[in-house]
Nanobody
């Protein structure tokens, strides 16, 4: 199983960006997917997760109301739409997948990880 993350880049404070995750090697709709991020000098932290069906989502308090996670099981992609970006959102964003139907905030629950995509928010 491989996860390909894309869509990172440089954006100004208040701007928007969409990052995408395309798992390969697992069947469409299999397992929950999450986004984590790691800022320089900080530990990796949970951002958002989405269940296998897409019906259940969860967000970190720091991004609630600004970020939206979604999935298209037909295309086997998971997107993270990020609005009202702040400099503190600057980080490498990683997508992660697990075989179970529901997502968790703990990184140890995920079996597969992508290589990460850098998001930089300038002030």
């Amino acid at each position: 199983v491989q996860l390909q993350a894309s869509g990172g880049g440089l954006v100004q404070t208040g701007g928007s960006l969409r990052v995408s995750c395309a798992p390969s090697g697992i069947t469409s709709g299999s397992g929950a997917v999450a986004w984590f991020r790691q800022a320089p000098g900080k530990e990796r932290e949970f951002v958002a997760s989405i269940s296998r069906s897409g019906g259940t989502t969860s967000y970190a308090d720091s991004v609630k109301g600004r970020f939206t996670i979604s999935r298209d099981n037909a295309k086997n992609t998971v997107d993270l739409q990020m609005n009202s970006l702040k400099p503190e959102d600057t980080a490498v964003y990683y997508c992660a997948a697990r075989g179970g139907p529901y997502g968790y905030a703990q990184a140890r629950e995920y079996d597969y990880w992508g290589q990460g995509t850098l998001v930089t928010v300038s002030s």
